[in-house]
């Protein structure tokens, strides 16, 4: 089994990311949107991040010229037809994502190995949209694709040893350090991460310490570059309560339960940095100031 050219299907934050790796470690790489707007705003954010890494001397100028030539935008699924490896990376939605597969699925020839990377959905539920079952993964990448260094290579019960094993040179071939899990929800950094940050949050309502004073104790304790609560406005205060439900739904510990304050932060949409408001104010964003959340 080789990998000779590579699907990405999604080119947003993450879809982005994921080709710009591939193209940059020599993989001939299909990325695919669905709007031209939307392929044009990804290609655009590839191009910038290839210029930063040249100007930091990351790659040479020649090196990020060849990734973006080595890159075939497309609005087209039929354009994965002869990938190797296709990553689908298109919105955090377990409907969606098996409608994506199962599109590939008629298209894609069926040696081809298709991954996920999700971050909290079943990766078993997803393969049951295809015929090609063994054949399947999840391959986990971090934001910022570019510059952070983990890829969570996921396996189900019915994984074959070989596809394994490709998923995880792949990804060390575009220079990340792989590790192994099954599929379970949250896999090994989320189901860590989200009960740390959970408890951060219920730290706040029942009156521990304030929000500056919870970020520094991590911070400055724990030499942790940033504090739990910073570090969830970074993520999206929204996006870490829908995998908390998700990691709820199926363990049913309380640890794993969103708490009543990051609830109802969500339903005010205080998303965090996204948002201009979360657990701080970002109206100036050099200069953040925690907001009175609760009752003084």
């Known amino acids: 089994m080789e990998i000779r050219k590579v699907g990405v299907v999604g080119c947003g934050l ?7 790796v591939a193209a940059a470690a020599g993989f001939p790489t299909v990325v695919r949107e669905v709007t031209t707007d939307l392929l044009d705003k990804g290609l655009a954010s590839i191009e910038k991040s290839l210029k930063k890494l040249a100007e930091k001397g990351t790659l040479t100028a020649d090196q990020a010229a060849s990734a973006l030539g080595r890159l075939k935008p497309t609005l087209k699924l039929e354009d994965f037809a002869d990938c190797d490896l296709v990553i689908e990376a298109v919105v955090e939605n377990l409907d969606r994502k098996k409608e994506v597969f199962r599109e590939l699925d008629r298209i894609v020839r069926p040696e081809a190995v298709f991954a996920s990377n999700t971050s909290s959905l079943s990766i078993t539920e997803m393969m049951t949209s295809t015929r090609r079952a063994p054949r399947f993964l999840g391959m986990h990448f971090f934001n910022p694709v570019p ?3 983990l890829v969570e290579v996921v396996k189900t019960v019915v994984s074959e040893p070989p596809v394994v094993e490709l998923g995880l ?12 899990t099954s599929d379970r929800a949250g896999f090994i950094v989320n189901r860590l991460l989200v009960p740390y940050l959970l408890d951060a949050v ?12 919870i970020d520094n104790g991590m911070k400055l304790g724990c030499n942790h570059p940033m504090g739990p ?14 995998i908390a439900e998700i990691l709820f739904d ?33 109206a100036d964003p050099k200069n953040p100031r925690p907001n009175n959340l609760l009752v003084a």
Request: charged share 25%; no cysteine; hydrophobic share 35%.
């Open 202 to 213: 219920r730290a706040l309502e029942e009156g521990f310490g304030s929000i500056e004073d």
């Open 250 to 282: 199926e363990y049913r510990e309380k640890r794993f339960a969103p708490p009543p304050l990051m609830k109802r932060m969500v339903m005010a949409g205080m998303y965090g940095r996204k948002s201009g408001k979360g657990f701080y104010d970002y």
């Open 147 to 149: 510059l952070m260094r």
């Open 229 to 242: 609560l910073t570090l969830l406005d970074f993520v999206g205060i929204e996006t870490t309560y829908y």
């Open 14 to 20: 993450m879809g982005s990311g994921i080709a710009q």
């Open 169 to 180: 040179a792949y990804a060390r071939q575009v220079g990340k350090t792989p590790i192994l």
